[in-house]
């Protein structure tokens, strides 16, 4: 018994030696429309640090929200873990909403599209105010982005569209191209329709294989790292942007792990990926 009390005393006055924790936000969208919510993760000791941090954006997928990281994911756990083992530098992680479980009803999707325009507003709006809010370093070298299926394609195209922004990118199990999909009403635009739709207009395949001599060399400017499962539906996606890639001779990282489309994919995939992108933030 003894033994046992030693045991639980120990942990509550060790176990959370490093502790950061998420903060549920908002930000008012002009371009949306819309309050915005997301999460952030800070690490421990942020309030009183007066730091700046370097800065990841974590991308959700299809039919989930910004919760979906935290409560699926238990990226916490993850990212506090790495932090305290040195695997991953402090920094501030934004989870920003775009989309929801309604898919038919509720937009989804990280590319402007009729009557949603969110690269516009994740751009204009929300990197500029959530960086200035949470003290981020406002630069390339200090910034990642990373996001699973959905997000892992919107990590994805945001980088080739933005390579000015990101030192990283990390996809997982990423949706990264679409044949446009059909609607489910002859002549009315549903919004998995338009997200589809957006996904083929912005194809990430398709992007590098059109891309030109100035686009490649910025290209080059990003670590890119693409993780797919195996048995995972959008396994050749991710293999097909590889050998894209490097026709282009753009360097990037590809892992082929066992695993499916799933959490627990994600879950081991994130320990990957926060120590990858502290790799490449500047020093």
Same mark, same amino acid.
């Given at each position: 018994?003894?033994?046992?009390?030693?045991?639980?005393?120990?942990?509550?006055?060790?176990?959370?030696?490093?502790?950061?924790?998420?903060?549920?936000?908002?930000?008012k969208s002009k371009v949306l429309g819309a309050q915005v919510k997301y999460n952030v993760y800070v690490p421990d000791?942020?309030?009183?640090?007066?730091?700046?941090?370097?800065?990841?954006?974590?991308?959700?997928?299809?039919?989930?929200?910004?919760?979906?990281?935290?409560?699926?994911?238990?990226?916490?756990? !993850?990212?506090?873990?790495?932090? @305290? &083992?040195?695997?991953?530098?402090?920094? #501030?992680?934004?989870?920003?909403?775009? /989309?929801?479980?309604?898919?038919?009803?509720?937009?989804?999707?990280?590319?402007?599209?009729?009557?949603?325009?969110?690269?516009?507003?994740?751009?204009?709006e929300f990197v500029p105010q959530a960086e200035a809010k949470y003290r981020c370093i406002s630069d390339k070298g200090?910034?990642?982005?990373?996001?699973?299926?959905?997000?892992?394609?919107?990590?994805?195209?945001?980088?080739?569209?933005?390579p000015d922004m990101f030192s990283s990118c990390y996809a997982m199990s990423a949706w990264l191209e679409s044949d446009?999909?059909?609607?489910?009403?002859?002549?009315?635009?549903?919004?998995?329709?338009?997200?589809?739709?957006?996904?083929?207009?912005?194809?990430?395949?398709?992007? !590098?294989?059109?891309?030109?001599? @100035? &686009?490649?060399?910025?290209?080059?400017? #990003?670590?890119?790292?693409?993780?797919? /499962?195996?048995?995972?539906?959008?396994?050749?996606?991710?293999?097909?942007?590889?050998?894209?890639?490097?026709?282009?001779?753009?360097?990037?990282?590809?892992?082929?792990?066992?695993?499916?489309?799933?959490?627990?994919?994600?879950?081991?995939?994130?320990?990957?990926?926060?120590?990858?992108?502290?790799?490449?933030?500047?020093?």
């Amino acid at each position: 018994m003894k033994k046992i009390i030693l045991a639980i005393l120990s942990c509550v006055m060790f176990g959370n030696a490093f502790a950061g924790r998420i903060i549920t936000d908002s930000i008012k969208s002009k371009v949306l429309g819309a309050q915005v919510k997301y999460n952030v993760y800070v690490p421990d000791g942020f309030d009183k640090s007066g730091k700046q941090y370097p800065v990841v954006y974590l991308l959700h997928g299809f039919s989930d929200d910004y919760r979906a990281w935290a409560e699926k994911g238990q990226m916490q756990t !993850v990212v506090d873990e790495l932090i @305290e &083992t040195g695997e991953a530098r402090e920094m #501030v992680i934004f989870m920003p909403n775009a /989309g929801g479980p309604d898919v038919m009803n509720t937009w989804n999707g990280y590319l402007n599209m009729p009557g949603w325009n969110y690269e516009d507003f994740f751009f204009t709006e929300f990197v500029p105010q959530a960086e200035a809010k949470y003290r981020c370093i406002s630069d390339k070298g200090h910034r990642a982005v990373m996001g699973l299926s959905m997000g892992g394609g919107g990590s994805t195209i945001y980088s080739q569209r933005h390579p000015d922004m990101f030192s990283s990118c990390y996809a997982m199990s990423a949706w990264l191209e679409s044949d446009g999909g059909r609607q489910r009403v002859s002549g009315v635009d549903d919004k998995v329709y338009l997200v589809s739709q957006a996904m083929k207009t912005h194809s990430a395949l398709k992007f !590098v294989e059109n891309a030109d001599n @100035e &686009t490649v060399q910025k290209l080059r400017t #990003v670590k890119w790292f693409f993780d797919c /499962g195996d048995d995972d539906f959008l396994f050749d996606l991710n293999v097909r942007i590889h050998q894209l890639m490097r026709n282009k001779h753009i360097k990037d990282e590809l892992r082929i792990r066992n695993g499916v489309h799933n959490w627990e994919y994600w879950h081991t995939a994130l320990r990957l990926s926060l120590p990858f992108a502290s790799r490449n933030f500047d020093k």
